[in-house]
């Protein structure tokens, strides 16, 4: 069975960075392309990131472009999101997640199909 881990947040000050992590098994993820989304209460969940399987390629949403960064380590199974410059806009539950599709970029939440349960991410002003 397919399974994504999340782990890293926490919380931390406005201007501050974290590392999130997540952890995948049940199967090689080394040829699929993989993302992050986030979800908060009321709004719209949001593609922030996704890396294509090569990993010759990111996707950035407008919304975190320069200030987070996405990279992967296929040897261990593992996507990692370094975010810096956090705002409290920033507030959020993070969720990995992969999708089977070749295509790119991957920009909707649609076309990903396995996610972890997520990790929650506080930044205070």
């Known amino acids: 069975q397919v399974q994504l881990v999340e782990s890293g947040g926490g919380l931390v000050q406005a201007g501050g960075s974290l590392r999130l992590s997540c952890a995948a098994s049940g199967r090689s993820f080394g040829s699929v392309s993989m993302g992050w989304f986030r979800q908060v209460p009321g709004k719209e969940d949001e593609i922030v990131a996704a890396?294509?399987?090569?990993?010759?390629?990111?996707y950035y949403s407008d919304s975190v472009k320069g200030r987070f960064f996405i990279a992967r380590d296929d040897a261990a199974n593992t996507v990692h999101l370094q975010m810096t410059s956090l705002k409290p806009e920033d507030t959020a539950v993070y969720h990995c997640?992969?999708?089977?599709?070749?295509?790119?970029?991957?920009?909707?939440?649609?076309?990903?199909?396995?996610w972890g349960q997520g990790t929650q991410v506080n930044v205070s002003s």
């Open positions: 890396i294509r399987g090569n990993g010759e390629s990111t």
């Open positions: 997640a992969i999708t089977p599709s070749p295509a790119w970029p991957v920009t909707a939440l649609w076309q990903f199909d396995i």
